[in-house]
């Protein structure tokens, strides 16, 4: 299998959404190919990916010109467009691209997009939108990522009655159900990937769990602890 830095990804379509999963995945030293049919979107990104192209994606000719045949991952980011986005999902299909990403305005879309083949449709309005409602659900609640429809990853700060103590003395999982999975430290965003049993809780310290996500409104009760 291919490390993510081996793989080739065309990003089609150079609005915010698509020019930030662009600059994103160049970031992480990978081989992109961005396009869109505006020279201006293109022109924007030439400096930031591999190869930025001016290209209709209708046009499954133009496509195979820019050499997205060749992609492992394509992320398709026309989401408001339906025709254009059909279109260009059939070329992907068409074109034998192994796994496509699709971005969907509503539910209607997501359905379209799935049957015609997409991997994955995502909605980034629509899930933003959930992630932050539910980050201010616990004013304890710093961060929170949905793994799926029972669990969430959720970083909160250390509850002052647990700094000093090392987290085999808390036995969090026993008398919480909270399964720390890492550990920051104030101002640093290095994150401590499963921390020794042994580590002794600091104030300022941010703590990563995984929790049952029916059951986000604990964390207010932690700082009455």
């Known amino acids: 299998m291919k490390g993510y830095t081996e793989r080739q990804y065309a990003v089609l ?18 081989d992109v190919i961005a396009l869109d049919s505006d020279h201006k979107c293109v022109n924007r990104m030439a400096d930031i990916v591999t190869q930025a192209v001016q290209c209709d994606i209708t046009d499954i000719e133009q496509l195979r010109a820019a050499g997205i045949q060749d992609c492992d991952v394509a992320i398709l980011c026309m989401g408001n467009h339906l025709e254009e986005s059909v279109m ?25 997009f799935v049957e015609l083949g997409a991997n994955k449709v995502v909605r980034p309005e629509h899930d933003m939108g959930e992630q932050v409602a539910k980050s201010v659900l616990g004013k304890n609640i710093i961060d929170i990522v949905d793994l799926d429809s029972e669990y969430s990853i959720v970083e909160i700060p250390t509850p002052k009655q647990w700094v000093g103590k090392t987290l085999v003395e808390l036995d969090l999982r026993r008398k919480y159900g909270i399964n720390v999975v890492g550990i920051r430290a104030y101002l640093e965003e290095h994150l401590n990937i499963c921390p020794d049993s042994e ?14 996500s029916n059951s986000l409104g604990r964390f207010d009760l932690l700082e009455e602890l």
């Open 13 to 30: 379509g150079l609005g915010i959404f698509g020019s930030t999963v662009a600059k994103t995945l160049s970031r992480y030293n990978c």
């Open 88 to 112: 260009g999902l059939i070329n992907l299909k068409e074109l034998g691209i192994p796994y496509i990403v699709a971005k969907a305005k509503n539910k209607r879309y997501m359905q379209i």
């Open 199 to 212: 580590y002794r809780i600091e104030a300022n310290d941010h703590l990563v769990v995984i929790s049952d």
